[in-house]
């Protein structure tokens, strides 16, 4: 059973930054592709970014491309997402999910395993 916990959610300034943390559990982390999703109140969730699970190849959602960066670290079986000049759009709840491939996978279907979120705003 796979089990993610996410960290780093906070209250920050327009162009400020942040950096969200996941930790999961299991030996399989690094066999997986992760992913970081956001979903604002009555909106869809949307994919931010996903990071392969081998040679660490990245992709990126056109709202957030050349401001975020995703990365992990399979030692500690942790991804990151580093949040730069953010906005007030950028405002929800961000989640990072694992995947059962070793590819970019982009769609919510994709991923079976899910943490709970945490909140990320950003004030004007």
């Known amino acids: 059973q796979v089990q993610l916990v996410e960290s780093g959610g906070g209250l920050v300034q327009a162009g400020g930054s942040l950096r969200l943390a996941c930790v999961a559990s299991g030996r399989t982390f690094s066999r997986y592709s992760m992913g970081w999703f956001r979903q604002a109140p009555g909106e869809e969730r949307e994919f931010v970014a996903a990071?392969?699970?081998?040679?660490?190849?990245?992709h990126y959602g056109d709202s957030v491309k050349g401001r975020f960066t995703i990365s992990r670290d399979n030692i500690e079986n942790t991804v990151y997402l580093q949040m730069n000049s953010l906005k007030p759009e950028d405002t929800a709840n961000y989640y990072c999910?694992?995947?059962?491939?070793?590819?970019?996978?982009?769609?919510?279907?994709?991923?079976?395993?899910w943490g709970l979120g945490t909140q990320v705003t950003v004030s004007s």
């Open positions: 990071i392969t699970s081998t040679n660490g190849r990245t």
């Open positions: 999910a694992q995947s059962r491939s070793s590819l970019i996978l982009i769609s919510t279907a994709d991923y079976p395993y």
